[in-house]
C-alpha cells in the first residue's frame, strides 16, 4: 500500500500551491510511498504572512492524512481526440475528467469526507507526478474570485514562497504565468532550494458545487529540470487537459 502523511521537511512541492501556509512559519510535507519503490511523491510549503483570510483559508485547506494504494482502476472513456499516447480518467462522482498517459499509474486516496486526493505518476522511478486534491469549502466562498482575482492571487502566493532574499537565501520562487480561462485558474511557477534542481509546477485550480457545498479541485502538475524533455510536456497537457464534468 502506498501511505501518505504529513511531517516536518524541508521545502518540497509536488501536489499542491495550497499545502500547509500557517502563520507559526512552520512547513510541512505530503508524502506518497510508491509502491516498490524508495521514492515518495511529496508536497511541502510555508506560511504566507501577507494574503487575506480567504487566501489564508485556501492555503490552510489540507490538514489530513491519506492511504493510497500504488494503484487503482481507471476509468476510460471513448474520445477520438484523445493522443494516442494518452487515455481519460474519468471520475463520475466528483464530476471530472482529465487525460493522463497511457503508461502512468494511479493511486486514490481514502478521504475524510471533506477532502480527496488522487495521484498520477510514471512507473519507473521519478520527480514527476500530476495529482488533484478536492476540498471542501465554507458557505462564504461561492467562487474562485472569493481567493482574489487569478494575477493578485498568484502574486501573493508566490510572493509567500519566496525566500530567495533570505541571508543565507532560502528557496527561489518564480511566477512564470496565471490567467483565467473556461472558470479555471491557471498558475505556472518554478521553486529552486539551494543545492536542489529547479522545480516546474503547473497548477489549474477549479470550484464546484456536489449538492450540498461548493469544492475546491486543485491539479498540480511538477517536474525537475532534469525531467522536462522526458516529462515536461506531457505533464503540461495532464494538467490542462482537466475539466469539470
Not at 24 to 34: A, E, R
Not at 76 to 96: G, I, S, W
Not at 157 to 172: T, Y
Request: proline share 3%; with cysteine; charged share 25%.
Amino acid at each position: 500500500m502506498a501511505s501518505v502523511s504529513f511531517m516536518p521537511s524541508h521545502f518540497l512541492l509536488s501536489h499542491s500551491l495550497l499545502q500547509g501556509l500557517r502563520r507559526n512559519k512552520n512547513s510541512s510535507i505530503l508524502c506518497c510511498k510508491k509502491h516498490g519503490l524508495d521514492q515518495n511523491i511529496c508536497v511541502s510549503v510555508r506560511e504566507e504572512e501577507h494574503v487575506t483570510r480567504r487566501r489564508e483559508f485556501l492555503f490552510q485547506v489540507v490538514s489530513a492524512a491519506f492511504i493510497l494504494p500504488a494503484v487503482a482502476p481507471v476509468a476510460l472513456a471513448a474520445d477520438t481526440e484523445v493522443a494516442e499516447d494518452f487515455r481519460v480518467y474519468t471520475d463520475e462522482v466528483n464530476k471530472y475528467r482529465i487525460e493522463i498517459p497511457q503508461d502512468w499509474q494511479v493511486g486514490t486516496g481514502e478521504g475524510d469526507g471533506v477532502r480527496s486526493l488522487i495521484a498520477f505518476y510514471p512507473e519507473e522511478a521519478s520527480n514527476s507526478n500530476v495529482s488533484i486534491l478536492i476540498t471542501g469549502l465554507g458557505a462564504d466562498f461561492t467562487r474562485l474570485e472569493s481567493f482574489g482575482k487569478v494575477d493578485a492571487f498568484a502574486e501573493s502566493l508566490v510572493g509567500g514562497l519566496d525566500r530567495s532574499w533570505q541571508r543565507p537565501p532560502g528557496v527561489a520562487a518564480k511566477l512564470i504565468d496565471s490567467k483565467a480561462s473556461n472558470g479555471l485558474y491557471y498558475i505556472e511557477y518554478t521553486l529552486k532550494n539551494p543545492g536542489e534542481s529547479r522545480r516546474h509546477l503547473i497548477s489549474v485550480l477549479g470550484m464546484a458545487n456536489n449538492g450540498f457545498y461548493n469544492r475546491l479541485y486543485t491539479i498540480t502538475g511538477q517536474f525537475v529540470d532534469e525531467e522536462e524533455e522526458k516529462f515536461g510536456s506531457k505533464i503540461r497537457k495532464a494538467v490542462t487537459s482537466f475539466r469539470l464534468t
